[in-house]
């Protein structure tokens, strides 16, 4: 089955290492001030060419209140006020896109992250989507897969109903924890109350899909308080869940030197938490798809893994890599062809290059030959947990063992350990191997070595 785990605490401890979380091969790390508009311009000639359909993510970035944990690029404000001039100068930048592209292009996919995109109010939110319809060919017969950022201190029946009304039929909630103590610590009270009711709208609007995102290792957390909230959740029955891991970087975050060091639960202690969540969710009926991401087996995510079609972008897993991504707002990442570009992260500058009629990319990247093949192989195993050589050979015109010759000993060393199979014709990443698929992966990356690896989390 593709949804067995073994748990191995020995192996675990052994290949728990800081590495990326691959929504991107190479990974933004990499990307650089070389890169800007005019490959930007020429990236999008290209996909107007091939008229290749869209995906597209929409940047808010205002929040009412901060949640210490956040890495996440937000403005904290009560003022909503704020949002009026960012969302001027965003319309700025879906017209000077969309002017790039073939009206024909469909969208295929739609996200509003943040921030919290509900920071909008009803009217700023119909004026966006209307400005979204203007510009890009959004369908409108509910088969896209358009989805929504939602907290539910932001959010009621009135908002979900708009959403629904607008085109949305996901919704991705954020919970981390229910315990009392913890939402202390984290500076995010949230009642399960306020959680089921943003759950219980969404169903009753038929909204196709709900994810709800959780939060282990956060101070004040037991492995016996987060079992309790993790099965709550599962009370709740949402079609996937996501089990993030949270990485405590204050030097790089500044909410999180707001949290009390001494607060956060041992590595023992996570890994426990970590054993017992999976092992309540796959008693549910939930597969594991891959890097902390669970859903139901009817769910397109799972039926995409069985079908070997399942692929992974800036947005996560996902059964749309195959579209063009154009992020829009301050600090959204694009992957258009080869091209990755990132807008600005500083809102002032973002708001001021629209203001002069530039957009505000300014870094990124373009794949180079080796680039793609490593992309490939990497995008295999994360997404499928195998690799057939022969695939990669065909594509790329290349012999996989010649050509990866000074990697084999690494891959020896994993199958000796039991993280994969390893034979003449394919990699398989075995059951006590796919919690640990990023350590896989991170074999292939010709960039990890050069890397800070302090900028990424651990694996578990």
């Known amino acids: 089955m593709l949804d067995a785990i073994r748990w191995d605490t020995d192996l675990i401890r052994r290949y728990d290492l800081s590495g990326p979380r691959y929504t991107s091969y190479p990974t933004a790390v990499q990307f650089n001030s070389q890169v800007g508009t005019f490959d930007l311009f020429h990236a999008l000639r290209d996909s107007r060419k091939a008229l290749r359909p869209l995906s597209l993510y929409v940047h808010v970035p205002f929040c009412a209140n901060i949640c ?45 992250g943040g921030g919290t995109p509900t920071f909008l109010s009803h009217d700023e939110l119909r004026q966006l989507m209307a400005q979204l319809r203007k510009h890009f060919n959004l369908l409108d017969d509910d088969s896209g897969d358009y989805g929504i950022e939602i907290d539910p201190r932001e959010a009621d029946w009135s908002t979900m109903g708009l959403l629904r009304e607008l085109g949305f ?8 924890d229910l315990d009392p103590a913890v939402q202390r610590a984290v500076n995010r009270l949230q009642s399960l109350e306020e959680t089921r009711a943003v759950i219980d709208a969404a169903r009753t609007l038929q909204f196709r899909s709900i994810n709800i995102d959780l939060i282990y290792g956060l101070p004040c957390q037991t492995p016996e308080n987060f079992a309790h909230t993790v099965d709550e959740v599962i009370a709740l029955q949402p079609d996937r869940l996501s089990v993030f891991n949270y990485a405590h970087l204050p030097e790089r975050f500044m909410p999180q030197r707001r949290i009390n060091s001494n607060e956060l639960p041992t590595p023992a202690q996570k890994l ?39 692929q992974r972008n800036f947005q996560g897993y996902t059964t749309h890599g195959h579209c063009d991504l154009i992020g829009l707002g301050v600090s959204a990442i694009s992957q258009i062809g080869d091209l990755y570009c990132q807008n600005t992260s500083d809102l002032n500058l973002y708001q001021n290059t629209l203001a002069s009629a530039q957009l505000a990319t300014n870094r990124g990247l373009l794949c180079n030959a080796d680039d793609r093949l490593r992309r490939a192989v990497i995008q295999q195993l994360i997404c499928h947990f195998s690799l057939e050589f022969v695939g990669i050979e065909q594509a790329f015109n290349i012999d996989f063992r010649g050509h990866f010759s000074e990697l084999w000993p690494q891959l020896q060393e994993m199958a000796k350990d039991g993280l994969i199979e390893l034979d003449s014709e394919r990699i398989t990443v075995l059951p006590a191997g796919r919690l640990l698929v990023r350590s896989v992966c991170m074999v292939f990356d010709a960039y990890l070595e050069q890397q800070n690896r302090q900028r990424f989390s651990r694996v578990i």
Do not use: W
């Open 68 to 112: 210490y944990y956040c890495a996440c690029n937000k403005v904290i404000t009560k003022d909503r006020g704020r949002a009026l001039p960012y969302l001027q100068r965003l319309e700025q930048e879906i017209q000077l896109i969309a002017c790039h592209l073939d009206p024909t292009q469909k969208v295929e996919q739609l996200h509003f």
């Open 169 to 176: 039929n996901r919704v991705s909630i954020g919970l981390q």
């Open 272 to 310: 426990e938490m970590l054993q017992g969540t999976i092992e309540q969710l796959t008693k549910a009926g939930y597969r594991y798809i891959g890097m902390d991401h669970f859903a139901l087996p009817d769910d397109e995510l799972a039926i995409a893994q069985e079908e070997s079609t399942l």
